[in-house]
């Protein structure tokens, strides 16, 4: 049984929660797959706002995708410049009208705890597509659902890599993970380490977890590697940005020392990945990004009780 009402945060979900999720979009893989020849009508008749306040790809997208390929339709805030944002309209205001036109809502939005709020003001279901620094609880989904389909989610042991300061997919991810046992192996520049209060959180909750600003640290240890972009958007001063861009680079000769590792990332990647990694059997990460669409039909059919 599914009762949450919106997706906000993988705090709020046990893990017998998350692999419900991760077993309906199992059941709904074939669906995402083009020219399967497989058609489902089980979101007919229902709205999807994608309401994105920065910039997506790939959540907006295959949120989109998900939404038409069960039957569904979808509207589209795009960009606030061309939106009553821009006239100074608050996100309240906006949720109540818009909730009022809709059936469910995908929010992205800059500030952390904004998708929160928005639920508490909504009359449908709100799932945070990411707030600012803080969550990205889809992007853990398929995450999970990647980390599950290479059968390593019970035997975990993952390096989280990058901005580890401000990439709301580790913060979200982290504390799923505390949930499945895995062994957390944090690696990041010294001024983009996971917060505190997220690190005690987990601890708290039985995590072991290791530090190092070196991946050659850790490199045989892991199973997976979860490389992140540093979030240049979230940098209050961008000489900070400047002192740790290009810190840290994941090499065809760095996977020659553990050949099975999985490398993930939740994409865009800028320069933290070389670019003939991608030809190698480790990378995961183009993959991943397809798997957004049976997890995010997993979500939409779960809130709609479709
Ligand atoms: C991520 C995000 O928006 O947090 N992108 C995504 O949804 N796949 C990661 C990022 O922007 O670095």
């Known amino acids: 049984m599914f009762t949450k009402k919106h997706i906000i945060s993988t705090r709020d979900f046990s893990k017998a929660e998350l692999d419900f999720i991760l077993n309906r979009a199992e059941e709904l893989e074939s669906y995402a797959i083009r020219g399967a020849g497989q058609e489902s009508e089980l979101l007919k008749g229902k709205i999807l706002a994608n309401l994105f306040y920065e910039p997506s790809t790939r959540t907006r997208l295959s949120f989109e995708v998900a939404m038409k390929r069960l039957g569904g339709k979808v509207v589209n805030l795009s960009s606030p410049e061309a939106s009553s944002a821009a006239k100074g309209e608050n996100l309240v205001d906006t949720i109540k009208v818009v909730s009022g036109y809709c059936d469910i809502i995908a929010l992205r939005h800059p500030k952390e705890g904004a998708s929160r709020m928005a639920a508490s003001f909504s009359s449908v279901p709100i799932i945070n597509a990411g707030d600012g620094a ?173």
């Open 134 to 306: 803080g969550q990205h609880p889809t992007q853990t989904l398929l995450d999970l659902y990647t980390i599950r389909k290479e059968n390593l989610l019970d035997e975990l042991k993952i390096a989280l890599i990058g901005d580890l300061r401000y990439s709301r997919t580790v913060h979200s991810l982290a504390y799923a993970l505390s949930l499945y046992g895995a062994k957390l192996f944090f690696v990041s520049p010294d001024a983009l380490r996971m917060p505190d209060e997220i690190k005690m959180d987990l601890k708290g909750a039985g995590a072991e977890i290791f530090e190092s600003t070196k991946i050659t640290e850790f490199i045989n240890e892991v199973n997976v590697l979860y490389v992140t972009r540093i979030q240049r958007e979230r940098f209050p001063d961008p000489a900070e940005y400047n002192k740790v861009a290009g810190t840290y680079r994941i090499t065809t000769e760095l996977i020659a020392e553990n050949e099975d590792v999985v490398i993930m990332h939740p994409l865009p990647k800028l320069d933290e990945i070389n670019a003939d990694v991608d030809q190698t059997k480790n990378a995961r990460y183009f993959r991943q990004a397809f798997y957004g669409t049976p997890v995010r039909m997993a979500v939409l059919s779960l809130l709609l009780k479709s």
